[in-house]
């Protein structure tokens, strides 16, 4: 299932990968998909991820986590 989530804070390419590394490190994943123009965080995964750690995960990557979109 996809899960799509609103990340701010991503300027470039760098930033979107910083973002799919953290969240491919801390939850089993199919695959993360980031796009710093669309502010969004494409979650593919065969169970939602935890909101609550999934927002301390980006923000450990420097970046600012805005809910399910
Ligand atoms: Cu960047």
Not at 2 to 18: I, R
Not at 26 to 46: L, Q, T
């Amino acid at each position: 299932m996809k899960f799509t989530y609103e990340v701010n804070g991503m300027m470039c390419h760098m930033c979107e990968k910083h973002v799919e590394d953290a969240v491919k490190e801390a939850f089993d994943v199919k695959s993360v998909k980031a796009d710093n123009k669309k502010n969004c965080c494409v979650i593919d995964a065969e169970n939602e991820p935890d909101a609550a750690k999934l927002e301390e995960v980006i923000k450990a990557a420097g970046y600012t986590f805005a809910g399910a979109r």
